[in-house]
């Protein structure tokens, strides 16, 4: 069986190799690497990179030949956050408690940063030296689909275009499942995909636990916006009802949003079961996601 | 040896690639399929990808193996068009006498439709079929290196921190090598590794071609900047001086810009040699970018 992980151990390497991918890029781009930096390692979380990490090892693939993929994927979720603050979008200045990129940087080196991570993200995906070249190109054209227009992207746009219609169930799932489910769910494909062990019920598995968790996710972020504090969160709470968004909690209240997280969880827990034991620190993740306070 | 193409019927075969691709992705996102297709279709040359299809029959390769390859180019071409035209960049709201993406669909569209269009390219690209996983592999890394902060978004950002320095030729260079040549040099050595056959001495031609007529191109730009008309070139003139820009002109005066324009391009065709007949219409290329009017 293949090396044991624990998540901060990840983080240490997710970390490492994202730093040695932005430093690599030739003299002479100082300011524009450093805003890249700046939200890069802007105290994320992490999730994604190592979701790709796990499930390459609960595959029965060694997690660090998924090193490169976990890293592209939080490329492009760092850029997406970078050009969502923009002035032309959300036009946020802080995130997580810091000026946005924008802020710091200018918003013309902001628009580059994100334009250079999500570039960075397929240079870094294509050096993953131990994926097999037949994994590694459905992988990365799995990263593309999902965080394109047929993606995250998509998500983005639909969540624009929602501002004026009539709020609905349906429409909420749908953004979300593009916004955010879409990068979460390459995350955990693109671990099976680095194992070159996966079979079809792990790719299956995979596809599952992190549609679930992937909704639970954003079902959380909603209840937070209401019930925590802006100490606590980083950011300013109740910025959801004041911008009059759609949330679950507006369209179904606090205690159903909290049972749709509970049991969703509890089927992203149930999806593991093909991977036996290997799947324990799926479960722990998929557990700490629910319980979360920021 | 492989069939022969004319640069009308490459258009034909990349215009008619382009559509598909974009109009492959999921329902639901017709409005940035359009801002996307308005950009793409926005009465381009198309100069990069029939580099692309042409290196790669050159090296005798299948023409069409390379077409993904050489939409993806365009599309990354097109994407940081829209992001130069954006109010934080260039604030530019016309493009080729039409209104620029932004100013057609919205700033926060354009700014989606630039990301999706170069995520689409990275999916676009390793969808190639017939061209070898390794040399695939390896033509992807390319171009995200050459698209990226090593290349031309680090060219955008020299070009934006260049308003406030001092002039000179090594810095205009620079910029320019990197802004407008590390996507030409992608465009022609994409092609060669998609023709699976391409050796070190067709490399590097076609790394020496695309070089010289890369800077070729930057000096003829600002040439026709001073000498066109507006109704010539599809755009204002005199806007280089007016916007206190540092160009061949302004450092070189015309007629040593026309000199070295015209050496470029030799030193371009004598790259050519070990084409043989078949570098034949790259030499042609190469003359009607030295001679063109806009």
Known sequence: MSEK????????LINSKLSEMLYSVNDGQDYIIKAMDYSLS??????????TLEFCRACGGNAEDALNLACSIEMIHTYSLIHDDLPCMDNDDFR??????HKAYGEEYALLAGDGLLTLAFETALKSENVKQENLIKAVKTLANLAG????????VLDLQSENCEPSLEKLQTI???KTGALIKAAALL???ASNRADEKMLAAAEKYSECIGSAFQIVDDILDVTSTSEVLGKPVGSDEKNNKMTYVSLMGIENSEKEAQRLTDEAVNA?????SDGELLKELALSLAKRKN
Chains 1, 2 share one sequence.
């Open 176 to 178: 979300d499942r593009l």
């Open 272 to 276: 593991l079961e093909c991977f036996g």
């Open 96 to 101: 997580r408690g810091k000026p946005s990129c």
């Open 191 to 193: 671990g099976c995909y």
């Open 42 to 51: 802007n105290g994320g979380k992490r999730i994604r990179p190592v979701l």
């Open 149 to 156: 227009v047929a993606g995250m992207v998509g998500g983005q």
């Open 5 to 12: 992980y624990d998540v901060p151990k990840y983080i240490e």
